[in-house]
């Protein structure tokens, strides 16, 4: 059976978003190859008809799965839609991701989709496949929620896979990966999955309820399995500089990461980054991670006034062990990325200041921010909403700087004009008042546009090229 994937990325200011790799749809094509069936990819970033055409056209797919997160949502339903509108014979189309699973309802009603996968799908895609090209009837597989003429068939979910290892590495050639390595120089890994907090922004705590009676949600795969496919991927592909672990919560078992540096270490030379917590790090495990080459922590401060990191975000870690953290991490010569959210329910202009005094305190490399989006699913997406701040507007993108909230503390606007000057009053000072001169002017019949907005492009070359002439 012959498989088309089609994965939709929403465009982005940076080049962060763009053809990066897909775990989920990774081990999705292992497992169907495994299993006899031919799998493809179409990456797309806006709708194009034409180019859907000629993919099923080529391809000639039995099925088509897509893959979408909130963010993508709204260009996958577009791209379901026009494939129900193509002359028969036409593939049969199914949704899965992370926003199928958060908001199977709103999911399974787009019209022209057989179905969709509900959770994990390393083991429900290829029973439907099987079930398809054996000319059986689909309605029974578990994860899996179908439209059958009208009808919407419920299946409950399958227990979680708790040995991640039989998944087997997941599939890179069909992202053409090569080329994702020529133009980043990284190559990413995914150790496990699930994440052991609750943070009442974040799909986690609403992941756990869904799978709650499935098995154990957080599971790691061997620490010698994951360092085998590090060194596969080094061997098979050129050009790689840098490894990047994406996992949310990479430290969280200290027995784990403890066996997985030692490994790494032995076997691997290339530095590596990752993301975890402020309080799963102390002297040992930030020894244990320069000892097997770890380059850069990624830590989440999210917000710089500690009752909002608390009741809000949901993280219980003071500014002392932020500050400390950081100290650490600067002795041992790691570089700190830092994650920040700003518009948070409730947040006020003098809390964002905070934050951004904190982080000029901890001296980040790369101090990342966004705009806090309430996902649905989430605890926070059921407050705002239940508040009625839950705005209309659209927000396709992770880097937009656009608040989906109208909410009293602070408006649109400044929450805007905050996002653009961020990282410069964090890292550039001398050049910050540029940046909120041009954020101040604001364009007309736009609520959040401002002449930055415009002149970005501008300011970062000129920035850019400053820094090249004077070595500053």
């Known amino acids: 059976m012959r498989i088309l994937f089609i994965y939709p990325f929403p465009p982005a200011r940076t080049v962060v978003a763009a053809r ?5 749809i990774g081990y999705l094509s292992t497992m169907l190859v495994r299993d006899g069936h ?88 290829p029973a439907l496949a099987a079930s398809l090209e054996g000319g059986g009837e689909p309605w029974e597989i578990l994860n899996f929620w179908f439209n059958n003429e009208g009808e919407v068939v419920k299946n409950q979910l399958a227990p979680l896979v708790e040995d991640l290892d039989i998944l087997g590495f997941p599939d890179r050639e069909i992202f053409e990966y090569q080329q994702i390595i020529s133009r980043t120089g990284k190559a990413s890994f995914s150790t496990g999955r699930g994440c052991p907090y609750l943070c009442p922004y974040c799909a986690n705590h609403a992941l756990r309820q869904i799978y709650q009676g499935c098995g154990r949600y957080v599971r790691q795969r061997s620490p010698k399995q994951v360092v085998d496919e590090v060194a596969a991927v080094l061997e098979r592909y050129k050009g790689i500089r840098q490894v990047v672990f994406e996992d949310e919560t990479f430290t969280h078992n200290r027995k784990w990461i403890h066996a997985f540096c030692e490994e790494y270490a032995r076997r691997v030379d290339r530095p590596f980054a990752c993301s975890t917590r402020f309080d799963q790090l102390d002297e040992n495990v930030i020894r244990w991670m320069k000892e097997a080459n770890c380059f850069q922590f990624r830590l989440g401060i999210e917000a710089g006034n500690e009752e909002l990191r608390r009741k809000v975000v949901g993280k219980q870690i003071s500014n002392d062990t932020v500050r400390q953290v950081c100290t650490l991490v600067h002795e041992a010569g ?5 994650f920040n959210m700003i518009g948070l329910p409730g947040e006020t202009e003098e809390n964002i200041r ?41 927000v396709h993108s992770f880097f937009q700087n656009v608040t989906m909230l109208d909410q009293p503390s602070i408006t649109p606007r400044k929450v ?17 008042f540029v940046v909120r001169g041009l954020s101040r002017i604001a ?23 400053k820094r090249f002439l004077t070595g500053k």
């Open 38 to 125: 031919r799998t493809a990819l179409l990456n797309i970033n806006s709708f194009n008809g034409g180019q859907i055409r000629r993919a099923v056209k080529l391809f000639r797919p039995h099925l088509v799965a897509i893959s979408a997160t909130s963010d993508q949502f709204p260009l996958a339903a577009r791209v379901v839609e026009h494939i129900g509108r193509l002359k028969a014979p036409r593939p049969l189309v199914v949704l899965g991701g992370l926003h199928a699973t958060m908001a199977p309802e709103e999911a399974v009603a787009l019209p022209g989709l057989l179905g969709i996968c509900i959770g994990e799908g390393d083991l429900a895609l």
């Open 416 to 432: 805007a004009y905050y996002h653009n000057v961020f990282p410069w009053e964090v890292s550039y000072p001398r050049w910050a």
């Open 334 to 338: 790691i570089s700190l990325w830092t």
């Open 20 to 24: 990066a790799y897909n775990y989920g």
């Open 443 to 465: 364009i007309p019949g736009t609520l959040t546009k401002s002449l930055y907005d415009l002149a970005f492009p501008l300011v970062l070359y000129t920035y850019k090229l």
């Open 354 to 394: 905070e934050t951004i005094a904190l982080n000029r305190e901890v001296r980040p490399e790369t101090p990342f921010v966004s705009v806090f989006r309430p996902y649905k699913g989430t605890a926070l997406y059921r407050e705002v909403k239940g508040k009625g701040w839950l705005s209309n507007r659209k």
